[in-house]
DNA sequence: TATGAATGAGTCTTCATTCAT
DNA sequence: GATGAATGAAGACTCATTCAT
């Protein structure tokens, strides 16, 4: 699989409608990419990438497998369509939540609790993402995932963290490197809760995260 | 593949030299073993677990196909083995450096820091750590993991900040919670940097997190 | 090898066209399959089962061997179909000629050599058969065949020896070991054929055989 | 696999002794052989030649498979072996059973008793006989099994028909096209028995072929 | 727009055989 | 005599992809 192809259509970020109409783009094309989309993603959820063939995911939307190779070029097309909506909905979310939030302390807030909620609401994207995950086979194709996947979180971070530096609501610190140990901290505890859902309390650690980016951020007296 | 079987086999933790004698274990066995093992991690780590065929694998290690499945059941038994591998490596590691310390406060440090520190040197182990993630692909494959891999780290971790609070030394929270929030973010971090190394400012963020949960942990005045 | 499953599927005993259309089945579907399970037959018959892989069975037809796996499940559904065939056609054939005959002592010998007409004709099926036979390893198989293969035969042939008795054309015996007893007779035979057609004089021993079973049934005075 | 040289061999039907010292046929020697032989026939009889590797027939004798290979030039000996085996021990109690009658009648009768009586109590060596017979792929193989198995037996039988004939006791038949069928008619039932002995009446159907002969060679009056 | 059919590359696995010890 | 280790050939099977309809 050359997932440098497919990273490079990731990274290109096709906006969904595109203004000039590059392709047909029916109404019905569209739909059945989504359809497919979301349906790969239930498959990987459900049995781990590895067994989501064109075959098994066609079969659990339902329709012939030579349908998914019509509307999609590739398996890698495919995938990267789902990397795709995968972060895609995650930071939509996460930035009309943080957004409606004033000031550098309720931001980070609103950062960490956005994440948690809109986790909680959708366990199968991130079991797919987690399936992914090894996919990144090259060197490359990791880089590039990091670019797509992590760099704009962080970025996000970094800002909110900075400004509440220059707001002088937080202390001293690396603003870089401690938007990498945030998001590192979400990421980790979707990754255990991914594994069992049982054994990890998802709000009590929302919380718990809440409290101690809160501790460790204050400005020290 | 029957993840069941293997992470059977996996929750075994068959020690490596049986005292019964179960089999010969030739000294020339268990070189072998450990070699293709050993091979096996470089090569998943390089291409990710899917491309990390039994012939690729061999032909890094610069053996014959035959000779893993000689000295393997299978496939599964391989990468049992690795994974095996993988967490008993870090565990010894950072059991023996928590061992040394003295104190709730420098034991909790010392455990990010050997976390960070066996990290930094054996960056391929976590890469293909990840790599193998997406493998479990089944709900009981998922969760056997969970038990295997999580679980103890949480125990050590929750142990640790257990006796902190008795000796007075933390604040109040549920200790549970808390160590699946330190596990998390020493694996997310790490996940990131597994990704691109380059972005990643390994030590700052270990020093950033150390700083975190010692300020986070700290009994409120 | 599942034979079990095989077998399973044997008994069942799908009729060729199912009506309630449980797949498309559709017209080139079938032909495939049938063209398949004849040169399966013919490439058995010709090196043995052993000998009969995926890949000479797809040469002899001249196709692709994926193929093969594109029609049929793996290779346990194509040889269960090439059973279901070769016992079809001959239980079809002698029925038909045993329908048409009266009387008890004429329908025995319609049996008989409707049996050896058929063979003659289709010498490959029963070299065939007599290959497949040692494929049925355990004994579950074993008994599945024989419940599947040789009951059929012998409750036929019961019947018309049964019938026999009651008319009174036929002595005293029990009609299920003389009916076991004579299907044995055929298919030793039938044996020796297979291995040496030129050592077995195929119709003398036919004759020999209706003479010998007439002289041996009837009543005696 | 080569089933010529196979049969090349079983035709040479190596003396157990010879004479000359071709080899140094130590004692040692030939009780491994010996052992071997044995363990295989109970592995094919148990599972199907196809699954009677070498592997599992050492398994299942408690041997090395390497000794196997030692002691025989290759599998193809091995089975020539067993072959061999499965024959003579039958040939040699039919013939010595058949050598205590007297007169033509009894000789027949006594043939037919003496093939059920060794089959019933060695079932295990004609399970692995039926599981041999679908080996021999090509037409010379199975001419050349012919050869060896089923022309000694006619030769005996056919012996004893022509010298009834010469007595007077035996009606008008071909004496070879009789002696083919007899002889079918004792493996028919073996067959049948082979696949499931609890469906075979063994002592009836040896009782009913005792008495068919008998009625059916009976001179005519 | 949809799809049944076909295919070649590649996967794991089994196996008989060879060889050094 | 015996055997652990190694190996290449061959097996069944899966899969993404192509193509004619």
Chains 1, 2, 3, 4 share one sequence.
């Not at 409608?17 to 990987?44: L, Y």
């Not at 990091?146 to 962080?154: E, G, I, L, Q, V």
């Not at 309390?201 to 400005?219: K, S, W």
Request: glycine share 8%.
């Amino acid at each position: 699989m050359l997932f440098l192809v497919l990273m490079a259509y990731i990274s290109a970020m096709r906006p969904k409608i595109d203004p000039s109409g590059r392709k047909k783009s029916s109404f019905i094309e569209e739909a059945r990419r989504r359809q497919i989309v979301r349906g790969a993603i239930t498959t990987i959820a459900g049995g781990g990438l590895a067994q989501a063939s064109l075959a098994r995911i066609a079969d659990d939307v339902g329709i012939s497998k030579s349908v998914i190779s019509y509307h999609f070029a590739g398996k890698d097309e495919l995938i990267g369509e789902v990397i795709n909506a995968l972060l895609r909905d995650s930071n939509v979310f996460i930035r009309s939540w943080v957004d409606r939030a004033d000031g550098a302390r309720d931001r980070l807030r609103a950062y960490v609790e956005a994440s948690f909620a809109f986790m909680a609401e959708h366990r199968e994207n991130f079991a797919a993402m987690v399936d992914i995950w090894g996919s990144f086979g090259t060197v490359e194709a990791k880089r590039a995932f990091n670019a797509t996947a992590y760099d704009p979180c962080r970025r996000h971070l970094e800002g909110i963290l900075r400004a509440g530096q220059e707001e002088g609501v937080f202390r001293d610190f690396v603003p870089r490197t401690l938007a990498t140990t945030i998001q590192g901290a979400i990421d980790g505890v979707m990754l255990q809760w991914v594994f069992d859902e049982d054994s990890v309390d998802l709000p009590g650690c929302a919380a718990e995260l809440v409290t101690m980016f809160d501790l460790a951020t204050r400005r020290l007296p």
